[in-house]
């Protein structure tokens, strides 16, 4: 079975309407929320979004406060997803990681944690795989062997197979 890791870019797909928020949502729809992973501190950057279309004028305070209490409500009060927190051991070891493959820290931090949380899963006999928009995070993720899913380029009929593998 695979678990999904939304970072951020993914995440506020969910929330704000643009290319790859179809996927995002068919993902949700079709996919437990307990199979959801996500980096809490992560969600200051979900937050952000939201700051940065306000700030452009492209929603009202109004909608922002709407998005904002809509994404605490599902992400930061309910136990379904789960929250990971990084340790201080698991941001040293993603030093490493920056300097390997040019990507910065948050994304580096995110990739490490999502690292360790594949290699629990593999024990069990599951995966995981991140979701996300960033270009590069997702080659070093490619690259240090994980699953991606990116909802701006890949399919609806990628997504399938990664949520029923075959």
Not at 6 to 28: C, I, M, P, W
Not at 46 to 60: A, C, D, L, Q, S
Not at 64 to 81: A, P, S
Request: glycine residues 4%; proline residues 3%.
């Amino acid at each position: 079975m695979n678990f999904f890791w939304l970072d951020a870019s993914a995440y506020a797909k969910r929330h704000v309407a643009e290319k790859g928020t179809q996927l995002v949502n068919y993902l949700f729809t079709r996919v437990p929320l307990e199979r959801m992973i996500c980096l809490f501190d992560g969600g200051g950057e979900v937050i952000f979004v939201f700051v940065r279309r306000r700030n452009e004028g492209k929603i009202t305070t109004t909608h922002f406060n709407h998005l904002r209490e809509h994404f605490e409500t599902e992400f930061v009060d309910r136990d379904e997803i789960e929250q990971v927190f990084q340790t201080k051991e698991q941001v040293t070891d993603s030093w490493d990681l920056i300097e390997k493959h040019s990507i910065n820290s948050p994304d580096a931090i995110l990739l490490q944690c999502a690292l360790d949380r594949t290699h629990e899963l593999r024990i069990e006999g599951d995966n995981l795989v991140l979701v996300s928009s960033d270009k590069r995070l997702m080659r070093a993720a490619m690259i240090e062997g994980l699953f991606t899913f990116n909802p701006e380029t890949d399919s609806q009929a990628a997504l399938d197979v990664l949520i029923d593998p075959p």
